[in-house]
């Protein structure tokens, strides 16, 4: 069966860390990019951060360069968004999704349960 499962979601106080992370079964995530995407109450979901397939490139939104990194383990077959110095608007709930190349919200159409990231003293 072929999945993406996020976990690694948190409460978390103004400048802690996290790291998310984004399992594949059934299929090797290595062949893939790989996008995070977030989207939080009231707001559009947005692309936080991609890595793609082969050369590892990584990409990220400006609001979150410097900050968050993303990263593969091939072994685990999982992606994972390292944050740092996490502030109250990266509240929300976090996806990720796979494509040949990073995904955008409007190619992609299937959507996991995502994990929550609650950022608040």
């Known amino acids: 069966q072929v999945m993406l499962v996020e976990s690694g979601g948190d409460l978390v106080q103004p400048g802690g860390s996290l790291r998310l992370s984004c399992a594949a079964s059934g299929f090797n995530l290595v062949d893939y990019a790989v996008g995070w995407f977030r989207q939080a109450p009231g707001k559009e979901r947005e692309g936080v951060s991609c890595i793609t397939s082969s050369v590892g490139n990584t990409y990220y939104a400006d609001s979150v360069k410097g900050r968050f990194t993303i990263s593969r383990d091939n072994a685990k077959n999982t992606v994972f968004l390292q944050m740092n110095n996490l502030k109250p608007e990266d509240a929300a709930v976090y996806y990720c999704?796979?494509?040949?190349?990073?995904?955008?919200?409007?190619?992609?159409?299937?959507w996991g349960q995502g994990t929550q990231v609650t950022v608040s003293s």
């Open positions: 999704a796979v494509d040949y190349v990073c995904p955008v919200v409007a190619t992609v159409t299937n």
